[in-house]
């Protein structure tokens, strides 16, 4: 068989495992799959280009994906009325102080020649940085968190199209690993991979416990859809042209209005996927491809060709971070809510990197490819294991206290699954299911 | 009065936690520099390990509770112990002939062994949810109390009391008896000698006949009665709840890169460097400051430098700032 033809193939099956929920299960919960399927995909590629094109070992996609959310809600959500008069300026005046307090003491840690002085200033400017920051920052976050604290008490957002915010989840997150970048990736692979890790972590603390930004715990409800692609299910209800729609189609008007707003968000998920596809595609062929795999595989030859090792790898990192923040953006929109609660570096970091691994790192389509698989398995093995626990069990006699349990646990199987399909790819097919040429 | 007050304070909420919490984290990132001195790659799945030992001492305590066995004031989970140590070197033994040492054979390079550990943790953290589920469970029982604070307060009749949990003081206990163990082993015995030389140097070590599978089985060993101690005392301490576990892998991390990777004098140091970091950093210091400050001068806010969730970002912080400023570590490790 050739390359093209199993390649094809494997999508092939991929696909009809989704086409196959969709007569079993429901359209509902195979759309769902698909939607995810083509986030995830977009946080592989995100991935693969760190990973398969330059090497680099990074964990904290999570919190890559958690500001991509932030940005939605920052950009698409009406501003809550008043909060910016009352402290909005002040906390942005003390976060610009604070980051001048970084900036300065960054300088004089670099300028000044080393001694008793540089010490003396430079602990002087944080500790006066810091005092200063506090003094102004807590008293408008208070401000701005006493307004309606029930369905507000944050700064709101800029009330512009939801659409807007994908691209702006993915510069927020590029902001972010530039900085990450910036200090981290002139280290060597385990300790970037310690420290994007540590950043994730508290990226999500940040959004947890900041109410003033997008109130934290309380959650988000009610971000605006893409508008002229994705309705609202009751609206569309009342909507002659779109009830005419689905008695053509034979569906009743509920399921009807459903489906259409999840293959609303189907289409403009795909739009985006083929984009970056295309465009990570061009990079990989490109020189500047070439040159990063060249790094990848011997950097001290490159570097000895005369190629920025640590340039390529900051423009890498960023690039990858802001195409998993565009994938935050998107699935905040599909989610329709913020909850910083429910990241969890189990679910956005290193399921990713099965996907990317399992799928073929180095490889665009097979990071796609395995995105689907992987993100199919994580749904699916669920009701699998629940039904091979009642196989097990079933000799058992009933209200037996392990009959319980092992059914109880069925829901936990996922986790074990992915480790196993993991190690099992690495072990006997390490370069995945569509292996980099 | 006031200055004594300020002390006991002081050492109540700062000084007893944080020295508990920093013998925690030092057993853990013993293992994590073991391991990383050893087999040579940085182990995500040491919290989950953790998380498995203290299970298996969980599930054996509530065992030994039904038996109707118990400590006197001790918690049971002691004599439960040696088990859930077994039980977490079968378990690391196993991975090793299925998982590692496939690896170990072709020479694999460490960042691929970081990805495999990945798998494992996935693994480890399946079948700790599977077997014990998700939630918290308590197994903690005996005295609460080695020193109360009411009777601290009537013994000296300071305004402040100090609490010392029995948790905290037979963590500090368990751990020193185990780091002296340790050492002992590493400086004193032929195969703790035969144990430094490999992580020295591979090929040497392997030309004077040190054989590697051992050396790597013991290590493992060592590394399961060090994650299980660490596991079962945090969970005494605290609760046990496998995903704080998966959490604790950050600071510990952090303590073993703070000290340098591969020293396990520099582990010790950085566990307490990051716990006592984590605790100052994040406590509130009115009452003290109260104590210290003169008439008038008292501190009007909770002088609370980052709220406690940010606890994270503070071992973080240290590890970025030692990483910039001192590669190595401060305790000089292997440059990776």
């Keep these: ?437 | 009065m006031d200055f004594l007050n300020a002390l006991v304070a002081l050492s109540n909420f700062v000084l007893v936690p944080a020295i508990a919490y920093g013998s925690q984290l030092a057993l853990g990132a013993l293992g994590v520099t073991l391991i990383y001195g050893i087999l040579r790659f940085s182990n995500f799945a040491h919290g989950d390990t953790m998380a498995f030992g203290a299970m298996i001492a969980v599930l054996v305590t509530w065992g030994l509770q039904a038996a109707g066995v118990s400590f006197g004031p001790l918690p049971t989970a002691l004599l439960a112990l040696p088990f859930a140590i077994l039980g977490c070197i079968v378990l690391v033994l196993v991975t090793d002939r299925l998982v590692y040492r496939f690896y170990r054979e072709q020479k694999a390079k460490p960042v691929i062994l970081v990805i495999v550990s990945m798998g494992v943790m996935f693994i480890m953290n399946g079948l700790v949810r599977f077997i014990i589920g998700p939630d918290d469970q308590r197994f903690s029982d005996g005295a609460r109390f080695l020193i109360k604070a009411r009777d601290f307060k009537a013994w000296t009749g300071l305004n402040e009391g100090l609490a010392i949990k029995t948790s905290q003081a037979i963590t500090v206990v368990v751990a020193v008896v185990a780091v002296a163990a340790l050492f002992w082993f590493l400086n004193k015995t032929r195969t703790g000698k035969s144990m430094r030389a490999y992580s020295d140097n591979e090929d040497l070590a392997l030309l004077s006949g040190i054989n590697p599978e051992r050396v790597v089985m013991i290590t493992w060993i060592i590394v399961a009665a060090l994650a299980t101690t660490a596991g079962v005392l945090y969970g005494l301490d605290k609760s046990f709840k496998p995903f704080v576990y998966f959490q604790l892998l950050l600071p510990i991390f952090a303590s073993a890169i703070v000290g340098g990777l591969g020293n396990p004098l520099g582990a010790i140091a950085g566990g307490f460097i990051i716990a006592f970091s984590e605790v100052t950093v994040t406590y509130a210091w009115k009452k003290v400051l109260t104590y210290l400050a003169p008439e008038n001068l008292e501190p009007s806010g909770l002088v609370q430098f980052l709220s406690t969730d940010y606890k994270f970002a503070v071992s973080f912080a240290i590890l970025l700032i030692v990483l910039l400023f001192k590669p190595t570590g401060l305790f000089k490790g292997k440059v990776i």
Excluded at chain 1, 198 to 223: C, F, H, Q, S, T
Excluded at chain 1, 360 to 373: C, D, M, Q, T
């Design chain 1, 1 to 437: 068989m050739s390359e093209p033809v199993k390649n094809t193939l494997l999508f092939v099956v991929v696909g009809g495992l989704i086409l196959l929920t969709g007569f079993t299960q429901s359209w509902n919960a195979a759309i769902l799959i698909l939607n995810m399927g083509l986030i995830s995909a977009i946080m592989s590629i995100g991935v693969n280009l760190q990973w398969g094109f330059a090497g680099l070992f990074n964990v904290g996609v999570m919190g890559f994906v958690a500001l991509g959310g932030l940005a939605v809600v920052l950009v698409s959500t009406p501003p809550t009325p008043g909060a910016w008069s009352t402290g909005g300026y002040g906390v942005v005046l003390a976060l610009l102080l604070g980051a001048a307090t970084v900036v300065a003491a960054v300088m004089v840690a670099q300028k000044m020649p080393k001694g008793r002085t540089r010490t003396v200033s430079l602990v002087g400017i944080l500790l006066v940085g810091f005092f200063v920051y506090r003094a102004i920052f807590d008293p408008n976050v208070s401000a701005i968190e006493a307004i309606d604290p029930a369905i507000a008490g944050n700064i709101g957002g800029l009330n512009l199209p939801v659409l807007l915010a994908w691209p702006a989840g993915g510069l927020l997150a590029a902001g972010a690993a530039w900085l990450i970048g910036k200090t981290a990736l002139g280290l060597r692979s385990d300790y970037l991979a310690i420290a994007t890790l540590g950043i994730a972590e508290i990226i999500i603390a940040i959004m947890k416990n900041e109410d003033w930004l997008a109130r934290g715990v309380k959650n988000v409800y009610g971000i605006p859809r893409p508008a002229p692609v994705v309705g609202y299910e009751v609206e569309l209800q009342q909507d002659p042209s779109f009830l005419a729609r689905a008695e053509w189609l034979g569906l009743d008007p509920v399921t009807a209005s459903t489906l259409s707003v999840k293959l609303g968000y189907s289409l403009l998920f795909l739009v985006v996927l083929l984009i970056l596809l295309w465009m990570a595609q061009m990079a990989l062929k490109s020189p500047w491809g070439r040159m990063m795999r060249a790094i990848r595989d011997n950097e001290v030859a490159a570097e000895a060709m005369g190629k920025d090792v640590t340039r390529r790898h900051l423009q890498i990192f960023v690039l990858g971070s802001a195409i998993c923040g565009i994938a935050g953006a998107m699935m905040t929109t599909l989610d329709g809510q913020l909850t910083p609660g429910t990241y969890n570096p189990l679910r956005f970091t290193f399921l990713v990197w099965v996907m990317v691994i399992v799928g073929g790192s180095g490889n665009n389509f097979g990071a796609v490819l395995g995105a689907f698989l992987i993100w199919f398995l994580w749904v699916q093995v669920e009701p699998i294991g629940l039904w091979l626990m009642n196989l097990i069990t079933v000799g058992m006699a009933d209200g037996s206290a392990l009959k319980a349990h092992l059914i109880d646990s069925a829901a936990h199987m996922r986790l074990f699954t992915m480790g196993l399909i993991l190690l099992i790819v690495l072990r006997f097919s390490p370069r995945g299911l569509i292996p980099e040429k």
